[in-house]
């Protein structure tokens, strides 16, 4: 594949008049649109802005090079402008851009596009090819000029494979590097072409290993870091450091590496530089961690817990409803009782199976909570804290486990230890033996580990270097596990225990009240308030636990039309049909009301109609974005309605996500549709009614 296989003729743009950094934005969206490379303009738009807000793709000597990967994307592409009397696009070096290349990649796995798109950024750091390409005419000249370069570089690339060996540095010191950008599209790329032509020009060699969104290039090896005297860390993401533990290392930021590459070789050849000794984690991004507030990291830690679980919960979760479906289809729905579910041979066994998936919702929240704030080291302690939490203390310490004699007789009947024993059989489980703390429990277990697993590395900081080796296999996993066990079993699983038997007590006492629907409303509501955000995600994470809770309550014998259980799939109902309204609500804006919408956003509403029905609440984002004040308050009250609406009619839900195609296990679906129709319609019309034309 050519550079110009994703540069189309029709995708080029000379000698374009812009006043600011937004028309130019703008111009090279238009061009996108127009050969067929997006789906969506405003979401791409979004992500465009959104990756400008992380720092200014003007990388400077008058090139701009802003992208973004996207759903909104069709296919990959590359769109160009010159704008020849230059525009302030924020450019480190504080002069005028001219030069514009925008690069739309899908929000998909690597392709061979990102290879191609490495060699256009590395081509650009060549300022005479740069200047050639400011100065073409016509769009035929603008392609020439690259696909001359392109030729002249694969010749290069050629000649340094065949080479036997690479010529030996003239510096005593054998460099490496290592450049990474959040996206691993353009930085990463111009980042390394910068340090190895700097070195080329300077009389030196260096390796550098590109870190791009197709996996890394020119990895290094092993015997090539031993070999190494200095490394250059050109990073603005986390990277696994472990490998550099004992070198000399320079981090920095890719932007630093583009700008400033001969005082980054200059140092790392000549100077002596800080050994770098790993810790255990990841190296820490340029952006300052310190800089991030603490509801910000809790927020970080706790999505990181969360994307890792929700694989668990949806295929679990979706599998259960299957069963339940089949048990219904075949007549048992009103007579399977507690055996619902179970009730032939493949329900069972998608109960089963989906049952296993589910109970690693837990532990797996909580250990990917813990992998956050401590990497590695946290995930054992992590997992274990959360299995204490989804299982509960009933199997240590219930009068029926083979443990709890054991116990006894170690204590010693009759002596003050029996004492000791009954007050902490009695305080280590409630409920008859059953501390479930559930998902709470896991979001606690989980920061809990993280946090045991730094105290410890404090602790044994001073330890000889000879023990470093089994600080991670023994140290932290038999103290770690060891003191998540205590803790878990006798404080947190007791309190976090009785929170939700609370909780389960308030949902039966809610709908016994006929309240389960202020309910509804609030969290029908809380999915459309940020759409995605941690407002959205607190409701969805509620609904999940909300689905294991009754999972647990129907273990312990609960029926399916138990009120505590029912309450639970109420919730969830109202959860999905919260969020299925805000996408479709606005589709059906832009078709009753076409003069409040853009042209290119009343392109969109089908894509909304399709992901409001898969459950996809982020489709209405680029509109939010767009003009929060009158879109959210729209979104707000339908989807609040439909939840409302939903837990009045009854209507419940098994299954944690699927939209239309989960309909079938929905309790009373034709109630929840209109449900779902009469939210939709409500955001519609308020947002005909509040939201300004666009050409006011």
């Known amino acids: 594949m050519k550079i110009t296989d994703l540069l189309k003729k029709d995708g080029i743009n000379l000698?374009?008049?812009?006043?600011?950094?937004?028309?130019?934005?703008?111009?090279?969206?238009?061009l996108h649109e127009k050969v067929g490379n997006l789906n969506n303009v405003s979401a791409f738009k979004k992500a465009i802005l959104a990756r400008e807000e992380k720092g200014s793709t003007a990388i400077g000597m008058g090139i701009a090079v802003p992208h973004g990967k996207s759903f909104a994307v069709a296919k990959a592409g590359v769109t160009a402008i010159t704008i020849p009397e230059g525009i302030d696009y924020k450019s480190l070096d504080g002069n005028p851009s001219k030069l514009f290349f925008m690069i739309a990649a899908p929000d998909t796995a690597a392709d061979t596009h990102l290879e191609v798109l490495s060699k256009l950024?590395?081509?650009?750091?060549?300022?005479?090819?740069?200047?050639?390409?400011?100065?073409?005419?016509?769009?035929?000249?603008?392609?020439?000029?690259?696909?001359?370069?392109?030729?002249?570089?694969?010749?290069?690339?050629?000649?340094?494979?065949?080479?036997?060996?690479?010529?030996?540095?003239?510096?005593?010191?054998?460099?490496?590097?290592?450049?990474?950008?959040?996206?691993?599209?353009?930085?990463?790329?111009m980042a390394a072409e910068a340090l190895e032509l700097k070195a080329k020009e300077m009389g030196l060699s260096i390796k550098?290993?590109?870190?791009?969104?197709?996996?890394?290039?020119?990895?290094?090896?092993?015997?090539?870091?031993a070999a190494a005297d200095a490394i250059i860390i050109a990073c603005d993401k986390n990277i696994d450091m472990e490998r550099f533990d004992g070198k000399e290392v320079i981090i920095t930021s890719t932007k630093e590496a583009i700008h400033n590459p001969e005082g980054l070789i200059k140092k790392a050849s000549e100077e002596k530089l800080e050994v770098y000794h790993f810790t255990g984690t990841k190296s820490a991004s340029m952006s300052s961690a310190a800089d991030e507030t603490l509801g910000r990291k809790f927020y970080k830690h706790l999505m990181n817990g969360v994307s890792h679980m929700l694989p668990f919960v949806i295929g679990g979760g979706i599998l259960?409803?299957?069963?339940?479906?089949?048990?219904?289809?075949?007549?048992?729905?009103?007579?399977?009782?507690?055996?619902?579910?179970?009730?032939?041979p493949l329900s069972s066994f998608l109960k089963y199976v989906g049952g296993l998936a589910m109970g690693l919702m837990v532990p797996v929240l909580a250990g990917y909570i813990a992998y956050s704030i401590a990497d590695r080291p946290g995930l054992a302690v992590g997992f274990v804290g959360g299995m204490l939490a989804s299982s509960g203390n009933a199997a240590l310490f219930s009068g029926d486990s083979p443990a709890f004699p054991w116990v006894t007789r170690l204590m010693g009947e009759g002596t003050p230890l029996d004492g000791f024993n009954t007050f902490i059989g009695n305080f280590a489980f409630t409920s008859n033996g059953a501390t479930v703390s559930g998902f709470l429990g896991g979001i606690a277990a989980g920061f809990l580990a993280g946090g045991i697993i730094l105290v410890l590395k404090k602790l044994t900081a001073g330890f000889p270097k000879s023990l470093e080796g089994i600080k991670p296999v023994l140290i932290y996993p038999l103290c770690g596990i060891f003191i998540i066990g205590v803790l878990m079993s006798f404080i947190l699983n007791p309190i976090i225990g009785l929170i939700n038997v609370g909780l389960s007590s308030m949902l039966t006492a809610l709908q016994a009240a006929n309240l389960i629907a202020v309910l509804g409303l609030i969290l029908g509501a809380m999915m459309a308030i940020d759409m995605g955000g941690p407002i959205n995600k607190a409701a969805y994470v509620f609904g999940t636990g909300m689905l294991g809770t009754a999972q647990v309550l129907m273990e312990k014998?609960?029926?399916?039309?138990?009120?505590?259980?029912?309450?639970?799939?109420?919730?969830?109902?109202?959860?999905?049909?919260?969020?299925?309204?805000?996408?479709?609500?606005?589709?059906?804006?832009?078709?009753?009301f076409p003069s409040k919408f853009t042209e290119s956003e009343r392109e969109t509403w089908i894509t909304n109609i399709v992901m409001g029905s898969s459950f996809i609440t982020e489709g209405a984002?680029?509109?939010?974005?767009?003009?929060?004040?009158?879109?959210?308050?729209?979104?707000?009250?339908?989807?609040?309605?439909?939840?409302?609406?939903?837990a009045i009619f009854g209507c419940t839900l098994m299954a944690p996500h699927g939209g239309?195609?989960?309909?079938?296990?929905?309790?009373?679906?034709?109630?929840?549709?209109?449900?779902?129709?009469?939210?939709?319609?409500?955001?519609?019309?308020?947002?005909?009614?509040?939201?300004?034309?666009?050409?006011?």
Do not use: R
């Open 660 to 696: 239309v195609f989960v309909f079938a296990t929905v309790g009373k679906w034709p109630l929840y549709i209109l449900a779902w129709l009469i939210g939709s319609f409500i955001t519609a019309v308020m947002l005909g009614l509040i939201k300004k034309p666009v050409n006011k």
């Open 621 to 646: 984002i680029p509109f939010a974005a767009a003009d929060p004040a009158h879109v959210i308050p729209c979104t707000l009250v339908g989807s609040g309605i439909a939840g409302l609406l939903s």
């Open 320 to 344: 259960i409803a299957l069963a339940f479906l089949v048990d219904t289809v075949a007549g048992y729905g009103a007579t399977g009782g507690g055996n619902f579910g179970n009730m032939l």
């Open 15 to 30: 000698k374009v008049s812009a006043a600011d950094q937004n028309a130019a934005i703008d111009a090279l969206i238009e």
């Open 121 to 189: 950024m590395t081509l650009l750091m060549d300022s005479s090819f740069a200047k050639k390409l400011i100065e073409a005419n016509t769009p035929d000249e603008f392609l020439s000029i690259i696909d001359a370069k392109e030729a002249e570089k694969d010749k290069e690339e050629a000649e340094k494979k065949a080479a036997a060996a690479p010529a030996k540095a003239p510096s005593s010191k054998k460099l490496l590097g290592v450049t990474a950008c959040p996206t691993g599209i353009a930085h990463t790329f």
């Open 208 to 225: 550098v290993e590109k870190d791009g969104s197709a996996g890394a290039k020119d990895v290094l090896t092993a015997d090539e870091i």
């Open 557 to 592: 014998g609960a029926e399916a039309n138990d009120p505590a259980v029912v309450a639970c799939y109420i919730a969830m109902a109202s959860i999905m049909v919260g969020g299925m309204v805000p996408p479709v609500g606005i589709a059906i804006a832009c078709k009753l």
